[in-house]
């Protein structure tokens, strides 16, 4: 369990093709604090430490994971965003983020507004009903808040901080990002389902 609190960023080192999984070096400065067989979230997606070698480690995505997420996109010199899990009794500054991203948006715009930033992105309308007006979303890892909820699109607002401190000041028009939809409302949604049956 995260928060969407980005605490660090890594740099993908070397990518490993193993049948239909792919193992990732990476480079991080918190390598030093993790163990072997702790969860962290890679640009939201969970992902398990297999190995330490000072301040680079090892992870692997299986196909499941590749099919629904950016990862098989990643390659030598991507920045991945990183959150160690939730302590309990630590402060949530953030919402609850699983790591399981539900599927990839699009950018379809970055505007600077002087001061800040605006990403629209879309996202398959199947999903319509898990993304409200100033609800919570989970991009690339990243706690956020939705607003201009469409069927298909929502925008979100990013401060300087963020921006500087994690991997979407590369996000480009076109470029695809992870989605974690509210772990609460999907919850909400199903009970609402098995009630209506």
Request: negative net charge; proline residues 2%.
């Amino acid at each position: 369990m995260f928060t969407g609190i980005i605490e660090s960023t890594g740099i993908v080192k070397e990518v490993i093709s193993r049948g239909s999984n792919k193992t990732f070096w990476l480079s991080c400065p918190l390598a030093n604090d993790f163990r072997v067989d702790q969860s962290v979230s890679h640009s939201g997606v969970c992902l398990t430490v297999e190995e330490i070698r000072g301040s680079d480690y090892r992870v692997t995505a299986i196909d499941e994971t590749l099919q629904k997420t950016t990862l098989g996109s990643w390659e030598t010199g991507t920045e991945v965003n990183i959150e160690r899990s939730l302590v309990l009794g630590s402060r949530l500054d953030g919402h609850f983020v699983q790591g399981h991203v539900d599927t990839t948006g699009k950018c379809i715009s970055r505007v600077d507004k002087q001061g800040s930033w605006e990403f629209e992105l879309s996202f398959p309308d199947k999903f319509t009903s898990l993304v409200i007006e100033k609800g919570s979303i989970c991009i690339n890892g990243i706690s956020l808040t939705a607003f201009n909820v469409g069927k298909d699109r929502l925008t979100v607002a990013i401060i300087p901080y963020t921006f500087e401190h994690t991997n979407l000041k590369h996000l480009n028009k076109n470029n695809l990002v992870n989605l974690e939809f509210d772990m609460i409302g999907k919850y909400i949604l199903r009970a609402k389902d098995n009630a209506s049956r």
